[in-house]
């Protein structure tokens, strides 16, 4: 079991940025693979980033390549969202989520564990 809480969301200007911070319980930490998901109202949960237990290898959408870094610290048992040059169709709610190893998926059914999620907010 895993247990998963993000923080770091909130209200931010477009063109500013977040880090969210997704804080794991568990000893095995270290051999999950991470991802990151946002929903946005009326909107499906999509896949943001993820990374592997090493942290060697991360995978993105399309879309927010080169805006959006996915990291993680084993040691502190926290993976992080790092959210540059935010548009406020960024807006959503974003989870964080973990799966077995080793491949990173965007499937969001392929994933075991979520947080409660956290509000990012993008004013125009």
């Known amino acids: 079991q895993v247990q998963l809480v993000e923080s770091g969301g909130g209200l931010v200007q477009a063109g500013g940025s977040l880090r969210l911070s997704c804080a794991a319980s568990?000893?095995?930490?270290?051999?999950?693979?991470m991802g990151w998901f946002r929903q946005a109202p009326g909107k499906e949960r999509e896949f943001v980033g993820g990374?592997?237990?090493?942290?060697?290898?991360?995978v993105y959408a399309d879309s927010l390549k080169g805006r959006f870094t996915v990291s993680r610290e084993n040691g502190k048992n926290t993976v992080y969202l790092q959210m540059n040059s935010l548009k406020p169709e960024d807006t959503a709610v974003y989870y964080c989520s973990s799966k077995r190893p080793t491949r990173i998926a965007t499937d969001p059914n392929e994933y075991d564990f979520w947080g409660q999620g956290t509000q990012v907010t993008v004013s125009s």
């Open positions: 568990g000893r095995t930490f270290g051999t999950y693979v």
């Open positions: 990374i592997t237990y090493t942290g060697s290898s991360t």
